[in-house]
């Protein structure tokens, strides 16, 4: 980032360069401190954690638990999909048989009272054919017609996000994959967000969407 772009984000020089003096470093590593705290500074007011509402910490663990670390990953998940009324959105990044079946209960009840299940897959992730298993089940106990699974490759970028949203109004984010490792024993951490901030995770959700529709699409067909 150099001096211009500094200046369109509102970021004084003449301040810069006061703080400049203090700093006992090399003039490359004071303006790379200078730097990334003016972006701190900036990211800080641009998001105030009063206007985003709600947010809880969410653990995976075989040596964590309760009352320390009440919410487990697992567990969200399945809370999340059971107060969903309109709709999923599911992108577990790696994905294997065990967690389908972990999950696919409450996602089958889900889509048996019209809720739409949108999943976002990436083909090399994908485990022991595990979107298989899920509309198996689906088919057994819910409504295949309301899963909608959206396929992409792993190029030299791939949708490598962990997220479930429901309903626009709750989302989890976090480092679990959703393989059943990922999901009770692994140590992972994420968040349980809930408020307006939510609106974010989606629209990066249809952004996300958008770009591997455009790069399937482009794709060549054999």
Not at 49 to 72: D, I, K, Q, T, Y
Not at 137 to 159: I, K, P, S
């Amino acid at each position: 980032m150099d001096d211009s772009e500094l200046a369109l984000l509102g970021v004084p020089l003449t301040l810069l360069a006061e703080y400049e003096a203090l700093l006992d470093a090399s003039d490359s590593e004071r303006q790379l401190l200078l730097r990334c705290g003016a972006a701190w500074a900036l990211g800080l007011r641009a998001s105030p954690v009063s206007e985003h509402g709600e947010w809880r910490p969410v653990v995976s663990g075989s040596e964590l638990g309760p009352p320390a670390f009440p919410n487990r990953t697992g567990e969200t998940l399945i809370q999340l999909i059971m107060s969903a009324r309109r709709v999923i959105r599911f992108a577990p990044a790696y994905f294997d048989a065990p967690a389908a079946r972990y999950l696919s209960p409450s996602l089958a009840a889900a889509s048996r009272r019209g809720v739409e299940v949108k999943m976002v897959i990436v083909n090399q992730l994908e485990r022991e054919e595990a979107t298989a298993e899920l509309q198996e089940v689906l088919a057994a106990e819910g409504a295949t017609e309301r899963l909608n699974v959206l396929r992409g490759e792993a190029r030299d970028w791939f949708a490598h996000m962990k997220v479930l949203s429901v309903d626009g109004g709750a989302a989890y984010v976090g480092s679990a994959n959703s393989t059943i490792s990922g999901l009770t024993t692994n140590f992972e951490l994420g968040t349980l967000v809930k408020g307006s901030a939510v609106a974010i995770i989606e629209a990066f959700l249809d952004r996300i969407e958008q770009i591997i529709e455009l790069a399937e699409m482009d794709t060549p067909r054999i």
